[in-house]
């Protein structure tokens, strides 16, 4: 029979082992950490006197900036309503290209390729999910690209303008929202889907009446998300020609009247502020 | 030991909720008391009061002869002395076991040695004597969360008594757990209350703990101490009064 | 004298029938909402003819870059390892200021309305800036490169993870803070041993998740001269080298999938 204080005792012992080895393991990661940080801030140039000396030349920027000239909002008027139309028609395209394609990368609605009397080696290779992995892998370049790069790549295909700015944003947001909806849709809940089964309904009605209405909110919420995203894309994507405020940001910048680019960016700030408001609204009311 | 005289506490402005009303109570040191009313009678209010985790209305707390109040060193030091057990356990579930009950001594450091979550021997020690009292120290070293609902609710007696505390406040410490296992935990709080000569206060719902452990009981039904007295004289007549109260004060309640 | 059963069963056809008739307000409501649409799509010269005449010439220009140039892999291998460095920093950076002001705009944890209005004002700043503009004003500063890139990354991820991380606190189990706070733990105490544990998991697959957006973001950095792999991207596009765009491209999705994997590998094993 131990006594309290042996039991004590031992624990104590216990807890010194335990804390000298998790010492040795928050040394062991934190140097890793400390040496991949330190090796990358090297190869990057990463340096804070560089900001400090630089500063001089922020406050120049910034002294030439003010006051913004707020006479130009009359001319932002046009880009202001191109940047929320770009937005609009880029995520509207994403939502329909997205209704398909969000099936075809869900496990459980995607085609299933069967040859009939090769069908178990086959489904051990993976392959009857063969539309499965073909749209995944597509909605990963389409998500893997930034919508810049196609922006860059449209404007040079079809010139310039807001058209390939809307493309750009359609394309991308096609990726993530397709991916994000097909794991939503690859994980509804079992029990509803069994019982439309029972029921004796085909697989079609099965998607149609037991998947899709559950999806269906998170579906619209991520759209509205995307939404609110598109306008802070679509704000920048006239600094490769594309259409919107980012046009006249990188115009007034090339022509260095700062006091014109202070407004654009105080434009930019108030369009993102005020779309982020209202999605939220949006969002909670259609939770 | 603590001594409450005319608490009141209203929520939501003057015509809000009426939780507390003149409540008058003194408990003498060492003493198991527990206090009883249905769910609503303004019985979380009332502890949570003591410890000033709710600020009360009106009123005044006396523990060992001082005021508690709002101000913030003199209420650590308070609430270094009043150690406090939950309905929901209220353990950090993702630290271990003995992390959770060293949190019982932070209120003995400042805040630099817990920057790194960092404590000293004797703290340890009495982390772990607060773990053997409730026979846990075996788990010592787990995560909270795996542990049974039981079992939480030890480690959080085991906490609260880390603080070295002169009082314990057990707000409904039984109210998730079934019957068994209920029973093992107020006879922990109850051997605590005799062995250490800690005041433990104990909201209950149910009739039979009380008659079962209880030395005193206060009924307390809505918001207003309606029985102060041994648990033997918990007649179904008083029963009656605390559960049904009478219909004119009925549409009052919270 | 009706049965009552099928005079209440006529009434649920009834509401039915009267719920799928159209009212005039929808007809409305869809009118404006189509002529919005039809408005917006000639500002942005959106029509069948336009996407009749430009998808065939996006299709040209993708054809175009069969067979991708290998050779050119031997110029952008480094300047794609710069961009993951600063998509590293950046993250860091964005940690380092998006952490504090997340705090500060933490409703259970900041008791002064003043000091979180101000802390979630700068957030949404920071937030609402993309990097790409953020990038222009620190190139200006400090000159061409990819530290200015790695600035204005974290500058612009400060906000939107400093929000994210100011909701997941002001979300959690306030159980366990009540709690420590009842043993006279200070503030500090509380958000060490209450707060930071119960989040910590979600704040470490934010960070993981922020680090892979922002290598796809890094990616365009390069446009305005702020480092990484964008400047050869947009060098090529400019001067039409196809095939050479094409291996900046297949660079980009390798990495991006690279970075994909091991995170979610990572994601999986923390919790």
């Known amino acids: 029979m131990t006594t309290v204080d042996e039991s004590v005792a031992a624990a104590l012992q216990l807890e010194a082992i335990r804390r000298r080895r998790r010492l040795v393991k928050a040394l062991g990661w934190g140097s890793l950490a400390l040496a991949v940080l330190w090796f990358t801030a090297r190869e990057i140039g990463l340096n804070p006197f560089a900001l400090v000396q630089g500063a001089d030349h922020m406050w120049d920027f910034l002294t030439r900036m003010f006051p913004p000239d707020l006479s130009y909002i009359l001319f932002l008027g046009r880009a202001t309503v191109e940047t929320i139309q770009i937005a609009v028609w880029g995520t509207l395209l994403a939502v329909v290209f997205s209704i398909p394609l969000s ?55 079809v010139g310039l303008g807001p058209f390939a700015g809307v493309l750009a944003i359609a394309v991308h947001a096609t990726g993530m929202l397709s991916k994000f909806c097909g794991e939503e849709i690859e994980g509804v809940d079992r029990g509803q889907v069994e019982a439309m089964q029972a029921t004796g309904a085909s697989k079609m009605q099965v998607i149609l009446f037991a998947v899709i209405p559950q999806a269906i909110p998170a579906f619209i919420s991520y759209s509205i998300f995307r939404f609110d995203v598109s306008i802070r894309s679509a704000t920048v994507l006239g600094l490769v020609g594309a259409g919107g405020l980012g046009f006249s940001l990188i115009k007034t910048l090339k022509l260095f009247r700062y006091h014109e680019t202070a407004t654009c960016i105080l434009v930019i700030f108030l369009l993102v502020w005020a779309t982020d408001w209202v999605c939220s609204k949006w969002r909670a009311k259609v939770i | 030991m603590i001594t409450l005289e005319n608490v009141s506490k209203t929520y939501g402005g003057t015509s809000g909720i009426v939780a507390l009303r003149d409540v008058s109570i003194h408990v003498k040191e060492g003493e198991f008391l527990v206090i009883l009313g249905p769910s609503g009678a303004g019985k979380s209010t009332l502890m949570r009061c003591i410890n000033r985790l709710v600020e009360p209305t009106s009123g005044r707390i006396l523990l060992d002869g001082r005021e508690v109040t709002s101000r913030r060193r003199q209420l650590r030091a308070a609430r270094r002395d009043i150690g406090m057990v939950f309905q929901q356990f209220n353990l950090v579930k993702r630290l271990s076991v003995l992390m959770n009950v060293l949190s019982g001594r932070l209120a003995y450091h400042t805040f630099w040695p817990s920057l790194l979550y960092k404590f000293d021997q004797d703290d340890k020690r009495v982390a772990i004597e607060c773990l053997t009292r409730v026979n846990m120290e075996h788990k010592a070293f787990q995560r909270a969360d795996t542990l049974s609902g039981g079992e939480q609710q030890r480690v959080a007696i085991a906490r609260a008594l880390a603080q070295e505390p002169k009082v314990i406040l057990a707000d409904e410490p039984v109210a998730s757990l079934d019957p068994k296992i209920a029973r093992q935990v107020l006879t922990y709080l109850k051997q605590i209350a005799g062995e250490l000569g800690i005041t433990v206060l104990c909201n209950l719902h149910q009739v039979e703990y009380a008659r079962e452990y209880a030395e005193r009981v206060v009924g307390l039904s809505q918001g207003t101490v309606v029985f102060d007295g041994p648990s033997g004289k918990l007649t179904d007549d008083i029963l009656q009064q605390i559960y049904y109260r009478d219909p004119e004060a009925a549409d009052d309640d919270g | 004298m009706a049965d009552p059963v099928q005079a209440a069963q006529d009434d649920v056809l009834a509401a039915l029938v009267a719920r799928k008739k159209w009212r005039f307000h929808h007809i409305a409501f869809m009118a404006v909402g189509i002529a919005f649409l039809a408005w917006a799509a000639d500002g942005v010269d959106l029509s069948p003819k336009e996407l009749a005449d430009g998808i065939p010439k996006i299709a040209k220009y993708f054809a175009l870059m069969v067979p991708p140039k290998w050779v050119f892999a031997d110029t952008v291998w480094q300047p794609a390892i710069e961009t993951v460095y600063i998509a590293i920093w950046g993250n860091v950076l964005a940690t380092l200021i998006g952490l504090p002001l997340g705090v500060l705009a933490a409703r259970n944890i900041t008791r002064l309305a003043p000091v979180r209005f101000f802390a979630k004002g700068t957030l949404n700043l920071f937030r609402s800036i993309s990097e790409l503009i953020w990038a222009i004003f620190f190139v200006a500063a400090v ?89 050869e991207l947009v060098t090529t596009i400019r001067l039409f080298e196809f095939r050479e765009t094409a291996v900046v491209l297949l660079i980009i999705l390798a990495m991006v999938t690279i970075i994909d994997v091991a995170s979610s590998l990572i994601r999986s094993r923390i919790y």
């Open chain 1, 103 to 157: 099936l075809l990368a869900a496990r459980n609605t995607t085609p299933l390729i069967r040859i009939p009397w090769f069908n178990e080696h086959w489904e051990r290779l993976g392959l009857h999910l063969l539309v499965f992995h073909v749209t995944r892998m597509f909605l990963n370049v389409l998500r893997g690209i930034n919508e810049l790069i196609f922006a860059l790549i449209f404007v040079s295909a």
């Open chain 3, 143 to 231: 000159g061409l490169g990819p530290f200015p890139g790695a600035v204005a990354l974290g500058m612009n991820y400060a906000g939107i993870l400093g929000r994210l991380y100011a909701e997941a606190m002001e979300n959690i189990d306030p159980g366990p803070v009540e709690a420590i706070q009842a043993t006279g733990a200070g503030r500090i105490q509380v958000i060490l041993f209450a707060i930071f544990p119960q989040v910590l998991p979600q704040f470490v697959t934010y960070m993981l998740y922020w680090f892979e957006v922002g290598v796809r973001s890094a990616t365009v950095l390069g446009m305005v001269g702020a480092g990484g792999i964008g400047f």
